[in-house]
């Protein structure tokens, strides 16, 4: 190691067990002088715990589906507009379709005389059939009739494709959603021309809403699908939203080291909208009926480990200490502790139940201080 990073590390520790030591009034002091100090206490108390980890995301609907026109036509309509709320097989728009009305009105006239026409035949040949079976009339004949049914009824199911044909062409004039959602998106006003390569609309699912965190890859062995998820945003600072990892994706991106893992977040009343900027708390361990304390009556002493003679971070030491009152006087307690998360932690050694701890006032007491409990 370099000088400079050994002095750094020095140095540091060096401030950090002298910030201990300051602050406020000095412990050794008080001690000697008999100074009772002011403290706040709590009894611990065995309670349920549960590690969260943080992460960042971008508010999407489960399902977004943009909707083409199959046609090159002007959007003649708009029935439903960005913020409505659609159904599965609500037109939200049509494109111009009177030519195709036209030529489904064409095409049905058609298919009517082609069926008409068919009809006249096939009377006709089924009267040549019985006199050609009885003899009455020559093959020749009854193959003229028989040749004028089939061009008949060639010509009626060449008119009924048309008129299925025309009739597809103008359902596509209709710009349907296939999912309930809401129209997120619209790309064209009513007159512009449309195509099949850009999308006319957009309907997101937002009965379930997704987030797809990154996780850095020493995270990932800890989740697993199912996991409970806290969501919080900016547009409801008082509320929490409860959702669950739904799929921990199997690849790394070795350019950020993250994988995805996907959230979903039931989302009913439709509070929740795509483009939402969130904050995740994702629930990965839990731990119930244990001893836990507020993380603030914590107090922390950094030394570097000599013993080896080699000075390298790896051997700065933490420890990790509180203090509890028996009777008027404080007593320093070394700990060990468990999971964690923002304001409380797992105390697995150290502490008992029904212990009168410090959590207030606590960086002003030394062990055995003199020390006034005060509500």
């Not at 998106?185 to 009513?190: A, K, L, P, T």
Request: aromatic share 6%; hydrophobic share 40%.
């Amino acid at each position: 190691m370099k000088v400079k990073s050994l002095i750094y590390i020095l140095a540091t520790a060096g401030l950090l067990v002298i910030g201990l030591n300051c602050g406020g009034p000095d412990r050794e002091s008080a001690k000697k002088e008999g100074n009772v100090i002011p403290v706040r206490v709590m009894k611990v108390e065995r309670g349920n715990i549960v590690k969260t980890l943080d992460y960042l995301g971008d508010i999407k609907g489960l399902k977004e589906i943009k909707i083409y026109s199959v046609l090159s036509a002007k959007l003649l309509k708009i029935n439903h507009d960005v913020g409505s709320f659609v159904k599965a097989g609500d037109t939200i728009g049509i494109v111009d379709n009177d030519r195709l009305k036209q030529m489904v009105e064409q095409a049905e006239a058609a298919l009517k005389s082609a069926k008409a026409q068919y009809k006249n035949v096939l009377t006709e040949w089924e009267r040549i059939k019985n006199l050609y079976e009885n003899n009455a009339i020559s093959k020749s004949q009854y193959d003229a009739v028989n040749a004028q049914k089939e061009t008949a009824e060639a010509g009626a199911r060449q008119a009924e494709a048309n008129y299925k044909t025309a009739l597809k062409q103008l359902k596509d004039s209709y710009l349907v959603s296939p999912i309930n959602g809401i129209v997120s998106d619209r790309f064209y006003d009513v007159g512009d021309m449309c195509t099949p390569q850009m999308p006319v609309f957009t309907v997101v699912d937002m009965d379930t809403v997704k987030i797809e965190i990154q996780v850095p890859d020493n995270e990932v062995s800890l989740m697993k699908e199912g996991l409970e998820a806290l969501i919080s945003v900016d547009a409801y600072p008082d509320t929490m939203f409860k959702g669950s990892v739904y799929k921990v994706y199997p690849t790394i991106n070795p350019a950020t080291r993250t994988t995805t893992v996907e959230i979903r977040i039931p989302n009913k009343n439709h509070l929740l909208k795509p483009g939402m900027f969130a904050r995740v708390k994702v629930m990965v361990e839990k731990k119930n009926n244990v001893l836990v304390i507020p993380r603030k009556a914590i107090l922390e002493r950094t030394e570097l480990d000599l013993s080896s003679g080699e000075i390298t971070t790896s051997r700065v030491k933490i420890d990790r200490y509180v203090f509890v009152v028996n009777g008027s006087v404080a007593h320093k307690r070394k700990i060990k502790t468990g999971i964690e998360n923002d304001n409380f932690v797992e105390v697995t050694d150290g502490l008992k139940k029904g212990e009168l701890l410090v959590v207030i006032g606590q960086q002003f007491v030394s062990d055995s201080s003199r020390v006034e409990i005060i509500e």
